[in-house]
């Protein structure tokens, strides 16, 4: 959950009524205490942005509609010897939403029962009952002997109902007139009861793991600034998080008291920013994906005799062996970085970084991937980028005025994976009650996609076979929808304007939109989409506002693919994203002209309201490094010189929806959010220019022509015979055919041999690329 103000906003959309108390300590630091306790976010944020480390506690009863059993044990009582008594007595405590105390104890939280009465161990040893007028300590706050409340696996509160209260505890007088088992009282019939649901934990065993934990801290490097202090807390929080099981309030604990000391300087964890900086890496861990079993260093005890500290060399081969993939190296500006980053021996690295992103983005992606029977990483991210940026979709914008409207393709081969994606956004869209952001899976034409922008001002297309749409529209088979570019070019320019569609002799007809949002994925084999595309297209700037995610990659089948539902956190961030209402800061609970959940309510009588998310120092200053990298590949490279022109442009937008998704309540772009926006940026126009641009054609006819070289290129050395060329291309006529085959071969683009293949000298034509040409050193025998 993030930091304590993360957690304390999330109880407040649960509806529990919350309050702060000091750290360490279960004592309020307001002045009324638990009837200071509220779901009023501004006052929540006020107090935990003065008070960051403020343990968060809950008031019990009508007010959060909660009851609480606490099952208290300590040096004089144990309240779990209580409930075994009353087991045997046939009460059986249901299975609830539960957390686990620090002191060995239990919370189990029930819904709130208005028979109910507080009571403390009176009728049940070590076990005390809260409702209205008292309250309990919630996870990750710091129990007075150092320890975090955590909830236990599989029922904490944002993924498990709250059941009744039990009735048989508002009945039974005291554990000593409890019913013996099978007498009257007890369930009917002496039957066995059900197993008990809730155990009390090892604590012996956790703090075990927590002393191995911490003799692992102290052999590895203390994190330096500017030596990749980042990178090495973040392996330290792998190492906690994935190797030794820890939870992730236990590995904060530790890395608060047994590294962060340490490290030069320390994060100072009393300010706000170091703080979330500090959890966030742990949250960044836990994402990552082990391919060695979890909880690989509870059996490993060779760090144990270890005296000397961890070199960089060896936190690196740690990261590389280990098999923690896409850890993510420390923030480089980009105006220090090679210029063939991405492209060198560590683009799959670089890969594997881009596609583990933070925040909603990130954990919408490792669900598409989770449940995708050949998973494709690349694809995912470019289709979840797009929904988010629909999702945010005017409600959101940065200091230069930047909005979450993107266009992305996907492009991958028949059978390569590339449909998944967009199936499983629909299904979100369809959990989290936002599918109305839908607009369908084709345009018909540029008045079709005003009128639906103008009914919607924020759409989302997801377009299957897009290419076969461009290919109409390059050779204008459709008069209708000839117009599709230049009207998605203007809508692309004016996402923080005033959108005037074309003008009629009925001035009815014309749409005007405010800030309209138009988000387009679509996706597309490769032939389909350089059929598509021409020169034309690269130099009117429509491919420089689109972002191509390009996929060569036949991943292999999942054997382990199943149908997963979305996890209930990321349906409900999706659902307050939806239905979130911005209020003008001037006229506060006025939403006049507001669009709820991205549909137009009536006639807007002023643009819509958007949160300002801000750009912090580092973020900016590598947003610069970038313009003026893409401002110096576009005078060195005069061809593609017009890809670079939007990339900085695009960098912010998706800054905006990874900071978007990474807070609710106060998002805020880094420079880690900033790098990684750019890097990816970059990624993709290098991919693009180096596997794609190339054989985009200026003509119908040189389409054509590198249809041919496409086909030819695909048998490499083994050579294309002219039947192949002839199946492949039964669009051509033959005369057309053989003069295409005739140029490429008189500008030495293809090579055409006569090759003995049968007896009597029978010989056949091959046709090869230059390149893959397997004589180079005999004599070519013409046609």
């Known amino acids: ?254 890395l608060r008291t047994e590294y962060n000391p340490r490290c030069d300087p320390p994060w100072e964890l009393s300010e706000s920013k170091d703080y979330k900086d500090f959890v966030r890496k742990i949250s960044e861990a836990r994402k990552l994906t082990p391919q060695k079993p979890i909880g690989w260093l509870l059996e490993d005890d060779t760090y144990l005799t270890i005296t000397s500290t961890v070199t960089d060399d060896d936190i690196q081969a740690i990261i590389d062996n280990s098999g923690i993939l896409g850890a993510p190296p420390a923030p480089v500006s980009v105006e220090t970085q090679n210029d063939d980053i991405g492209y060198d021996s560590d683009n799959r690295k670089e890969l594997q970084y881009l596609t583990r992103p933070i925040g909603l983005l990130g954990r919408i992606c490792s669900h598409i991937n989770a449940s995708d029977l050949k998973p494709q990483p690349f694809l995912a991210l470019g289709c979840a980028l797009t929904f988010l940026g629909a999702l945010f979709g005017r409600k959101v914008k940065d200091s230069y005025e930047t909005r979450t409207n993107l266009y992305c393709m996907g492009v991958a081969n028949s059978g390569y994976g590339k449909n998944h994606a ?43 076979e897009i290419g076969y749409l461009f290919k109409a ?86 054997r382990d693919y199943r149908r997963l539902d979305f996890p209930k956190d990321v349906v409900r961030d999706v659902y307050k994203w939806y239905t979130r209402i911005i209020d003008s800061p001037q006229h506060e609970g006025d939403i006049d002209g507001y669009v709820h959940g991205g549909m137009a309510c009536g006639m807007e009588s002023r643009p819509p309201n958007q949160i300002l998310i801000p750009t912090n120092e580092a973020a900016n200053k590598i947003f610069i490094d970038f313009d003026n990298y893409c401002a110096k590949m576009a005078a060195e490279n ?48 290098n991919d693009f220019i180096d596997n794609v641009a190339g054989e985009i054609s200026s003509s119908p006819i040189e389409s054509k022509k590198l249809k041919l070289l496409s086909i030819v290129g695909k048998t490499k050395a083994a050579g294309c015979q002219k039947w192949i060329l002839t199946q492949n291309t039964r669009g051509y006529s033959k005369r057309e055919r053989n003069d295409y085959i005739d140029d490429l071969l008189a500008g030495r683009e293809l090579i055409h041999r006569l090759v003995q293949t049968g007896g009597r000298g029978k010989k056949t034509g091959f046709y090869w690329l230059p390149e893959y040409y397997p004589y180079p050193d005999e004599e070519i025998e013409d046609v």
């Open 1 to 254: 959950m993030g930091t304590m103000l993360d957690a304390a906003l999330v109880y407040a959309d649960l509806g529990w009524h919350v309050f702060p108390c000091g750290f360490k300590k279960k004592t309020p630091i307001t002045q009324h205490g638990v009837k200071d306790a509220t779901i009023n976010k501004k006052q929540i944020t006020k107090w935990w942005t003065e008070n960051p480390d403020a343990n968060i506690a809950v008031a019990c009863g009508v007010a959060s509609g909660i009851c609480v059993i606490d099952i208290d044990k300590n040096d004089k009582i144990d309240g779990w010897q209580t409930v075994e008594k009353l087991v045997q007595a046939g009460h059986i405590l249901p299975e609830t939403i539960a957390q686990v105390t620090p002191s060995g104890g239990m919370h189990l939280i029930y819904q709130y029962d208005k028979g109910v009465k507080n009571e403390n161990s009176k009728r049940f040893p070590g076990i005390d009952i809260r409702t209205n007028g008292y309250y309990i300590l919630l996870a990750p706050s710091i129990h007075p002997n150092g320890s975090a409340y955590q909830w236990k696996e599989n029922l904490n509160p944002f993924g498990y109902a709250l059941v009744a209260f039990p009735e048989w505890i508002k009945e039974v007088e005291s554990l000593a007139s409890a019913p013996p088992w099978g007498r009257p009282g007890s369930h009917s019939g002496g039957t066995t009861p059900k197993p008990i649901a809730f155990q009390p934990p090892n604590l012996e065993a956790t703090k075990d793991v927590q002393r191995r934990a911490a003799a692992y801290l102290a052999v590895c490097d203390p994190a330096v600034q500017g030596a990749g202090g980042h990178n090495k807390l973040l392996w330290a929080a792998v190492a906690l998080v994935h190797g030794f099981r820890l939870s992730e309030s236990q590995a904060f604990e530790l």
């Open 473 to 558: 529209l390059k050779y204008h088979a459709n008069p209708y929808n000839a117009k599709i570019i230049s009207t998605l070019l203007k809508l692309y320019s004016s996402a923080g304007d005033l959108y005037k569609g074309r003008v009629f002799a009925d001035t009815v007809k014309q749409r005007t939109i405010l800030q309209p949002c138009c988000c387009l994925w679509g996706t597309s084999t490769p032939r389909s989409f350089l059929e598509g595309v021409s020169q034309t297209e690269v130099e009117n700037g429509w491919l420089s506002r689109c972002l191509i995610f390009n996929s060569t990659n036949d991943p292999p089948k999942n």
């Open 422 to 464: 967009p199936k499983q956004i629909r299904r979100l869209m369809l959990e989290s009650g936002c599918s109305e952001l839908l607009a369908g899976d084709d345009i018909a034409s540029d008045s079709g996609l005003e009128s639906r922008l103008h009914q919607s001002p924020v759409s989302l297309f997801l377009c299957d």
């Open 638 to 685: 005069s061809n593609t010189s017009i890809l670079w022109k939007r990339c900085e442009e695009n960098a912010r937008k998706i800054a905006l929806i990874v900071a978007a998704g990474d807070s609710f309540d106060t998002p805020e772009i880094t420079g880690s959010i900033a790098d990684y926006s750019c890097r990816l940026v970059k990624y993709i126009v």
